[in-house]
């Protein structure tokens, strides 16, 4: 008989938004009349078009694989360059990247998984908590923990405390590390952190010889032109740290799926022996095993994003989404309830009120406003007392979870 992957077990029930939404579905079966003031603000899954220019390309494509002459097979497994090119003179262009140093793929979540296979078990891995859960959950499934502790904490994986005190911006740790996991804009704090705060990263990556897995999946929504949005922003950057980016919330890809990790060719790891070896080969091999690459039709809708149209586009999408959470920051502080985020990421950060625990305060959103929100307890154990808002949603769904904020009524 086959041997299953044990290792599944050791995760808690089901992954967290399967649980919200299995939780929602009761609550419809019971009264299926709260299916038309339902808003759904928990998920970050975007609710506008994609850009007009991005759906043309997509058309095209799909015309040019109908017809012998233009039809297209199997491509390079890391991307076309021409959507290389269009993302490093679109994002990396005074930053030193390179179009061969930029790998294509469905999405920086899967991204964040798939870096684990050309790191060797037995690298000591720390992430932040509260955190995007599959960070730990991948090295969950792959082996690379212990169990659960009774604190929540999996054996193996060093907590970073965000929190409260530290403005939910974590900070380089004194325990050896060998890979950490960075998240700014973070989801789901809607934390982002200044200049000094990453160049003290990158610092404390090289002295340590430790690589940084930053994932800057919502650097779009960066409005201060002094903060970061990219890691290669600074000195050395470039031999600490892969970035994961995607278009899936900038440019409403996620049903499209397309976003890209960058690795640059200063960056090494060492094999077991002490021999040090560059990473940017074993990635592109990588793929070449693993992938024949992002479809064809989504690539030409990836470079159309980087057109003069594309980009004005984009950046209307990201303005909706940004300036909706900073709509829901203004309401939920106006309701009484303490909040973070929603200024230079498209989601925000609430504390519980009352003593209430993270699945507590979801129902009671739920239950009294019929608003769906992600209880912060799902993001690791620094998350439990507070729940995460999306922006991502249509202008007059905000507004009205703003109104319905108003009416909110919180046990003594």
């Not at 999996?154 to 890979?179: C, H, K, S, Y």
């Not at 990263?201 to 940084?212: C, G, K």
């Not at 950060?349 to 003593?355: D, H, K, L, T």
Request: hydrophobic share 40%; net charge negative; with cysteine.
């Amino acid at each position: 008989m086959a041997i299953l992957n044990e290792h599944f077990d050791k995760l808690p029930g089901q992954y967290l938004f399967p649980e919200i939404a299995r939780r929602v579905a009761s609550r419809l079966e019971a009264n299926p009349d709260l299916a038309t003031r339902l808003i759904r603000a928990g998920i970050g899954d975007v609710t506008e078009p994609i850009p007009a220019a991005c759906a043309a390309a997509i058309r095209q494509a799909a015309d040019e694989l109908s017809h012998r002459d233009t039809f297209r097979g199997y491509g390079p497994a890391v991307g076309h360059p021409f959507v290389r090119e269009a993302i490093a003179a679109g994002e990396y262009q005074e930053l030193g990247v390179e179009p061969d140093e930029i790998f294509l793929s469905d999405g920086s979540k899967g991204d964040a998984g798939h870096a684990l296979e050309i790191f060797a078990p037995g690298n000591r891995i720390a992430v932040a908590d509260p955190v995007y859960p599959v960070y730990v959950d991948t090295n969950v499934l792959a082996g690379r923990t212990g169990p659960i502790g009774a604190d929540g904490i999996f054996d193996g994986i060093l907590p970073i405390r965000a929190n409260e005190a530290n403005d939910f911006l974590p900070e380089p740790p004194d325990a050896p590390i060998d890979l950490v996991y960075l998240c700014f804009p973070n989801n789901p704090t809607g934390a982002m952190i200044d200049r000094p705060g990453l160049a003290s990263w990158v610092a404390w990556a090289l002295e340590r010889d430790a690589i940084i897995l930053y994932d800057a999946a919502y650097a779009d929504f960066v409005a201060d032109p002094s903060l970061p949005k990219s890691i290669y922003e600074f000195d050395g950057a470039r031999r600490c740290a892969m970035e994961f980016r995607s278009l899936s919330k900038s440019a409403g890809f996620t049903g499209v799926r397309c976003g890209w990790t960058v690795v640059p060719r200063e960056l090494e790891g060492r094999l077991p022996s002490g021999e040090r070896r560059p990473v940017h080969p074993m990635w592109s091999r990588r793929w070449a095993t693993r992938s024949n690459g992002v479809s064809w039709p989504v690539q030409r809708a990836a470079a159309a994003a980087y057109s003069p149209e594309g980009r004005a586009q984009v950046r209307e999408l990201v303005e909706l989404y940004r300036s909706n959470a900073e709509r829901l920051r203004e309401g939920v502080a106006a309701a009484g309830l303490r909040v973070w985020g929603g200024l230079h990421a498209p989601y925000v950060w609430v504390g519980c009120p009352n003593g209430l625990g993270s699945w507590a305060f979801f129902d009671l959103l739920l239950d009294q406003l019929a608003v769906v929100t992600t209880p912060g307890c799902g993001f690791g154990p620094g998350g439990e007392g507070y729940v995460r808002i999306s922006g991502f949603n249509s202008r007059e769904r905000v507004e009205e979870i703003v109104q319905r904020l108003e009416t909110l009524q919180v046990p003594a």
